[in-house]
């Protein structure tokens, strides 16, 4: 691809009709939202949506989330919303929520990894919201990391990846949620399946219907299996450092981790003291999904040969922490008494 200029602008009215410009000429931007930061572009322009995969190097049969900012929009992308679909939508959009509907024509083959389904989410953001209203069009937007690198939830680490690739980035600020968003599908009129988990949690969505969750939320899918999510296969978020999920807490993990130094190693915890090789992870699940791409970024920036990560609590968006820490650890997670 031919290198180009890129900009960092702050978001506000004018930087969004900027990024409405350029998009509405099939070009690609990087806009914040409440999750992480999406490398957006026409939905329904197939060209642009190329030039996401492009920019980002990502297999084409991993399709994209279609960004909507209100619900009237679902309508024209989709051939059949399900009610359970929209009591959803009621309580939790907009938020970090991506739902799955039958696609209608108005979604390329190329938004949509070659499936018959779409994916689309209403951000919360109120910088993604201006942004999709002066586009006046829906928005096809992964994550705006390189394939395979964690995802950015800073202006920064958008620029750290597509620096002469895409012109222009809006920074908003550091991400609220800091994972993505949670992706669910409907295998019945009652019940939804978890296929991500994220920011609306299992507890939150069992208040409205029954929840399942793949299995391929917290396990390595058998080789060769079809997966119902194509982004769970692949191998994610990872940084350059050998990463291990270590099951000990406290004392027993600290142990453990002075006990198995390899190389330059750094330990990420729930314990807020930080010295030596150990940095705060954070002290709850929140702060944990909130801090944890940036530390996967900065152990790369530090150098770090091995990372250990204290096991985090599945609970709440815990949940979601656990799923993307299993792929950075390639599914490592070690025993501390082993
Ligand atoms: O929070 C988020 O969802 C962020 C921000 C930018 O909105 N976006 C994001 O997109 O995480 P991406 O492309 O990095 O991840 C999309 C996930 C992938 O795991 C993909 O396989 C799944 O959603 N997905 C998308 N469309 C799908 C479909 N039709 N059926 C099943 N899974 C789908
Ligand atoms: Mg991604």
């Given at each position: ?34 999750t992480?930061?999406?490398l ?15 920019a ?9 989330i ?21 009591r959803i ?18 979604i390329?083959?190329?938004t ?16 993604a ?15 705006a ?15 750290r ?5 895409i ?13 993505e ?7 019945a ?15 939150m969505?069992?208040e409205l219907c ?17 997966v119902?999510?194509?982004?769970m ?8 450092a ?57 152990a ?12 985090p609590?599945?609970?709440g968006?815990?949940?979601?922490v ?15 008494d082993?």
């Open positions: 691809m031919t290198p180009v200029k890129t900009e960092v602008l702050p978001f506000s009215p004018e930087s969004a009709e900027k990024a409405a410009e350029i998009m509405a000429a099939g070009g690609v931007v990087g806009i914040p939202t409440e992480v930061y999406g957006a572009a026409d939905a329904r322009n197939k060209a642009a949506v190329h030039s996401i995969f492009e980002k190097g990502r297999p084409q049969d991993n399709p994209l279609v960004h909507i900012s209100a619900i009237e929009q679902l309508t024209p992308l989709v051939r059949e919303i399900p009610e359970l679909a929209l939508a009621g309580r939790f959009w907009p938020g970090p929520l991506t739902m799955i509907f039958p696609k209608s024509d108005v390329p083959q190329a949509s990894g070659g499936l018959d389904t779409v994916a689309v989410r209403m951000p919360r953001s109120p910088a919201r201006a942004i999709i209203d002066a586009c006046g069009f829906p928005l096809a937007a992964p994550s990391n390189l394939s395979g690198s964690p995802s950015p939830t800073t202006a920064q680490h958008v620029l990846d597509m620096d002469g690739r012109p222009l980035i809006i920074d908003g600020g550091e991400c609220d949620c800091g994972v968003s949670t992706v669910l599908c409907f295998p009129a009652d019940r939804v399946r978890i296929l991500r988990p994220g920011g609306v949690t299992a507890e969505l069992s029954a929840v399942d969750i793949d299995p391929a939320v917290t396990s390595e899918p058998p080789k060769g299996a079809k119902l999510s194509p982004g296969k692949y191998k994610h978020y990872s940084p350059k050998e990463v291990f999920i270590v099951n000990a807490h406290g004392e027993r993990f600290r142990d453990w981790c002075l006990a198995h130094e390899k190389g330059r190693t750094l330990a990420l915890s729930a314990d807020p003291v930080e010295h030596g090789m150990f940095r705060c992870f954070g002290t709850d699940v929140q702060a944990q999904a909130h801090r944890l791409f940036a530390l996967l970024r900065e790369d920036d530090e150098g770090a040969q091995t990372v250990y990560v204290e096991i609590s599945k609970d968006i815990g949940l979601a656990y799923n993307r820490l299993l792929r950075a650890a390639a599914f490592r997670v070690v025993e501390a082993e």
